[in-house]
């Protein structure tokens, strides 16, 4: 084998997984979970093929959500305006809320996964750092546990688990649920900071 040879055929592999990963993610969006035969069917993949690639359906569709997840979050300005604390975490939780509720059958399906317990995965470091940064104003004027505390309870507000409550649980629009977390996030790092 040469090395175009090579090349050419872990460039194979790469398109054969994502479109593993498309058929994958296109059947979660209509609210089903797939098997690996499914999406075999759904790209045009020979079954046997896609075995070699995901033996559960669980591991491809993790990685099929996780993969579309970063692709959304690569797109999201999460960069705090200037200005207090307040209104920088008002910010970030109305963008991250923003982007979930685009993608909301995308989380919907990543979080059925995870409550399920079929996946492993640990999720929200992204959403810490982000609320972080976003109090970077205030962290030298919080003893460190306040400070992770406060952390804690903006997690709260910024991930599909906000859009589940705030919409199927009281019953508000997109509108009332960004207006509603802004008035968290605010009353949060005001009460938090004295401010």
């Known amino acids: 084998m040469t090395g175009q040879d090579g090349f050419e055929r872990v460039a194979q592999k790469r398109r054969t997984r994502a479109a593993l990963l498309q058929a994958t993610r296109e059947i979660l969006a209509t609210g089903r979970q797939p098997s690996v035969p499914d999406a075999a069917d759904h790209a045009g993949i020979s079954r046997a093929t896609a075995y070699r690639y995901f033996s ?16 959304e979050l690569e797109n999201v300005d ?14 970030v939780v109305s963008r991250i809320l923003a982007m979930v509720m685009r993608n909301e059958a995308l989380f919907r399906s990543y979080l059925g996964l ?13 959403r810490l750092s982000w609320l972080s940064e976003a109090l970077a104003p205030v962290k030298a004027t919080m003893a ?19 859009i589940v409550v705030l919409r199927d649980v009281c019953g508000l629009d997109e509108g009332d649920i960004d207006g509603t977390a802004r008035w968290i996030a605010r009353t949060l790092v005001g009460g938090a900071t004295g401010g």
């Open 56 to 71: 559960k359906p669980e591991g491809m569709a993790q990685e099929a959500l996780l993969d579309a997840i970063a692709a």
């Open 78 to 91: 999460l960069a705090p305006p200037q200005g207090g604390a307040a209104a920088r975490v008002e910010h």
């Open 114 to 126: 995870v409550v399920s317990g079929e996946s492993p995965a640990r999720r929200g470091a992204r």
């Open 144 to 162: 460190p546990a306040e400070f992770t505390r406060l952390l804690h309870a903006l997690a709260l507000v910024t991930g599909i688990e906000t």
